[in-house]
C-alpha cells in the first residue's frame, strides 16, 4: 500500500469514527430533550453533530486533488461546497452582530432623553443553537451596548433539553430589566408542551413575561402581545386603554401588526420569527418567505395601515443547523 493510499484509509477511517460519535451523541441528547417526536429529534441532531464531518471532508478535499485521488474538478467541487458549508455551520452561526437605528415613537415631540431598547428573538435554545457558548456572547454585547430595557420576541426554544432552567442562568448577568412575549415554538406551534418549562426557566432567571401586560415607562408604555399562530394576538382592547402615552408593542410575529387598531399616535411593534430568511440564497428564500410571512416580513422596518412593525433577523436556528449571510443580531432601536 503506498503512503497515498495509507493517508486516504486514514480519512475514511477519521470519517467512520466522526459518524459513530454523532450518532451517540445524538442519541444521548434526544434523550434529554422536550420532544412529541423522538426520531425527528434524533435525525436533526443527527445532522447536527454529523456537520462536524465537514471539517476533514475540507482537508480531503485538498489532499485528494492534490495526489490525483479526485479530478481537479471534483476536488474543487467538493472543496468550494465544504467551506461554504463549515463557513454556515461553524462561522455566522457565532458572529452575533449590532445594529443600530433610531426611531421617533411619538411625531408631536421629542422624548426628553432618547431610550435604548435593546431587541433580541429567536434564540431557539435547543436542537441546533442557544447553547452555553452563543448566550455568554449575546450577555456580553447586551452589556457592552447599556440598553435601558431588553425585549426578547418569543422563539425562545427548539425543542430544548429538560435542564432549560440550568442553561438560561447567564440571563442573570445582563445589567439591564429584560422583558418577554412567548413565539410559536414555545407555544407547541410546532413543538411540546414546555410552557411550564419555560416559564420557571425564565422567571429564575430574572426574565419578566409581559405578554398580556403593560410596562409604563416616563414616555411610553410597553405592552406584550401574545402568539398570533397560538390564536393569543387579539389587540382590539388597546383603544381603551390610556392614550396619553405612545404605545410600544412586542409580539413575536410580525404579520400581527395587521391587527393593530387605530390609535391616537401611530404604534410601533417589535417582532422576530422570521430569522431573515436564516439561509440568504437567490430566488429560494424570497419564495419560502411567503410561507413564513404571509405579509412579505423578512427583515427591518415596515410600514403599515395603522402601526409600523420592525422586524429582526435573531440569533438562532431551526430546521437546518445553518446560518448563511443572516448573521444573528441584536437591533439596538433608539426612541427619540
Not at 58 to 80: D, K, N, P, T
Not at 306 to 316: C, I, L, R
Amino acid at each position: 500500500m503506498s503512503d497515498s493510499d495509507t493517508i486516504i484509509f486514514g480519512f475514511y477511517l477519521i470519517f467512520a469514527v466522526l459518524a459513530l460519535w454523532a450518532f451517540i451523541q445524538a442519541w444521548i441528547h434526544q434523550a434529554r430533550t422536550e420532544t412529541i417526536h423522538p426520531f425527528k429529534a434524533f435525525v436533526h441532531l443527527l445532522a447536527f453533530y454529523l456537520s462536524y464531518l465537514l471539517v476533514p471532508l475540507w482537508f480531503f478535499s485538498l489532499y485528494a486533488g492534490w495526489v490525483g485521488y479526485y479530478s481537479l474538478h471534483q476536488a474543487g467541487f467538493i472543496f468550494l461546497l465544504s467551506s461554504v458549508l463549515i463557513y454556515a455551520r461553524f462561522i455566522e452561526p457565532h458572529q452575533v452582530h449590532i445594529k443600530r437605528h433610531q426611531y421617533r415613537l411619538d411625531p408631536k415631540r421629542e422624548f426628553t432623553r432618547p431610550v435604548k431598547v435593546a431587541l433580541v428573538a429567536d434564540m431557539h435554545v435547543g436542537l441546533f443553537s442557544g447553547h452555553e457558548r452563543q448566550l455568554k456572547t449575546i450577555v456580553k454585547k447586551l452589556n457592552e451596548e447599556k440598553p435601558d430595557l431588553v425585549v426578547v420576541a418569543g422563539d425562545w426554544t427548539y425543542e430544548p433539553e429538560n435542564r432549560l432552567v440550568h442553561e438560561l442562568e447567564v440571563l442573570k448577568q445582563i445589567e439591564a430589566p429584560v422583558y418577554s412575549v412567548p413565539g410559536n415554538h414555545d407555544e407547541q406551534y410546532p413543538g411540546p408542551p414546555i410552557q411550564a418549562l419555560l416559564s420557571k426557566a425564565l422567571e429564575q432567571n430574572n426574565v419578566i413575561d409581559i405578554e398580556g401586560k403593560i410596562v409604563d415607562f416616563d414616555e411610553f408604555r410597553l405592552i406584550g402581545i401574545g402568539d398570533l399562530w397560538a390564536g393569543k394576538a387579539n389587540m382590539r382592547f388597546m383603544p381603551d386603554l390610556p392614550q396619553d402615552k405612545p404605545w410600544l408593542i412586542l409580539s413575536h410575529n410580525p404579520d400581527t401588526v395587521d391587527m393593530v387598531p387605530e390609535l391616537p399616535t401611530r404604534p410601533l411593534m417589535l417582532s422576530g420569527h422570521t430569522h431573515g430568511g436564516q439561509i440568504e440564497l437567490p430566488w429560494i428564500t424570497n419564495y419560502i418567505m411567503k410561507r413564513v410571512s404571509i405579509l412579505g416580513h423578512k427583515k427591518g422596518f415596515y410600514t403599515h395601515e395603522h402601526a409600523d412593525v420592525f422586524v429582526t433577523v435573531g440569533t438562532g436556528m431551526v430546521g437546518v443547523p445553518f446560518r448563511f449571510r443572516v448573521p444573528p443580531t441584536i437591533d439596538i432601536i433608539e426612541l427619540i
